[in-house]
């Protein structure tokens, strides 16, 4: 099958890879190169990293609604149009394009979690399963008719950042059977039931901040959900803390106050929640290497309290 492939981030890598082994790639667009680091250098995206390694050929328009664009796509004549983690919303003299459509790859069950951030929601949420779906793009917000459905377990422990990958892999193998599928016309689109929808909005930093007042549980899925984007923050004193991981203790706080840190002669560095203590194993100071959570309780000169 012919195909045009849209794809910026790394998430889409594993399905622009499996892709080229039995499709014909005639066209790969991702996003510009863009300042990244601390040193705001211009950094290639991952799938024009890819797309050189396999010696495709690849354009990195501004706009991918552009007349200029439009043009490029009616020469190459795709016959499918695949998008993954692409970074800008397609308008309809694009996705309807090619013959047999333009296809998402999304990291939901649809119509579960759309929008920008599916993966973290799912875990911040405490969902115990997600996984990739494959829908035709329309006008609306990953609304569109669904291809294939395939689910995963989530981790009670997995942050965002394992999920992604896993999720990444699976994409890869349910793009690959949503063609096959077409191909043998044994995949009939299916509606949304719009009643089931739920949303997950772009994340913001100041979505980190932790509240010790929220359950133990709900913190450690906040923890999880936002590692490794945007992290998750709290303060000693005036003193910005990062916690980059935590455990559930099942341990009843008693008169441990949210956000104080109780039973230090354990070695662990146990903070009190609206219900049970919580366990952060991997925490940073500000301007500071990653340390356990042991060895920061270590360096405290006194019991205090995260605020």
């Not at 082994?21 to 863009?34: F, G, N, S, W, Y």
């Not at 390694?53 to 706009?63: D, I, M, S």
């Not at 333009?102 to 929008?115: E, K, V």
């Not at 008169?255 to 146990?270: K, S």
Request: hydrophobic fraction near 45%; charged fraction near 25%.
């Amino acid at each position: 099958m012919r195909v045009v492939f849209l794809g910026t981030a790394a998430f889409a890598r594993p399905s622009l890879i499996a892709l080229a082994k039995v499709h014909e790639i005639a066209l790969i667009i991702t996003q510009p190169d863009r300042p990244a680091g601390r040193k705001q250098q211009l950094s290639p995206p991952a799938v024009k990293v890819e797309a050189e390694h396999l010696g495709l050929r690849f354009a990195q328009p501004e706009w991918i609604n552009s007349k200029e664009t439009q043009g490029l796509l009616e020469e190459v004549a795709p016959e499918v149009i695949v998008v993954a983690a692409y970074g800008q919303i397609l308008r309809e003299a694009v996705f309807s394009l090619p013959p047999l459509g333009t296809i998402n790859i999304h990291a939901s069950l649809l119509p579960r979690y759309r929008g920008a951030a599916p993966i973290n929601w799912a875990i911040i949420r405490g969902e115990v399963e997600t996984g990739i779906t494959t829908f035709l793009i329309e006008e609306g917000l990953d609304t569109g008719l669904i291809l294939l459905k395939k689910a995963l377990q989530i981790g009670r422990d997995e942050t965002a950042g394992e999920l992604h990958d896993r999720l990444a892999a699976l994409g890869a193998e349910v793009i690959l059977d949503t063609l096959a599928g077409l191909e043998a016309k044994t995949l009939g689109p299916v509606a949304q039931n719009d009643k089931e929808a739920s949303v997950a909005p772009m994340l913001r930093r100041e979505d980190g901040l932790i509240n010790w007042q929220k359950r133990a549980l709900e913190l450690h899925n906040q923890v999880r959900g936002m590692n490794p984007w945007p992290g998750v923050y709290t303060h000693l004193g005036e003193a910005r803390v990062k916690v980059h991981r935590t455990a559930l203790t099942e341990i009843a706080c008693g008169e441990v106050r949210p956000g104080q840190i109780a039973l230090r002669e354990t070695g662990r560095l146990l903070v009190g929640t609206a219900d049970d203590l919580l366990e952060i194993l991997e925490v940073q100071r500000e301007s500071h290497p990653r340390m356990t959570g042991c060895a920061f309780l270590n360096g405290l000169r006194r019991v205090t309290a995260f605020n």
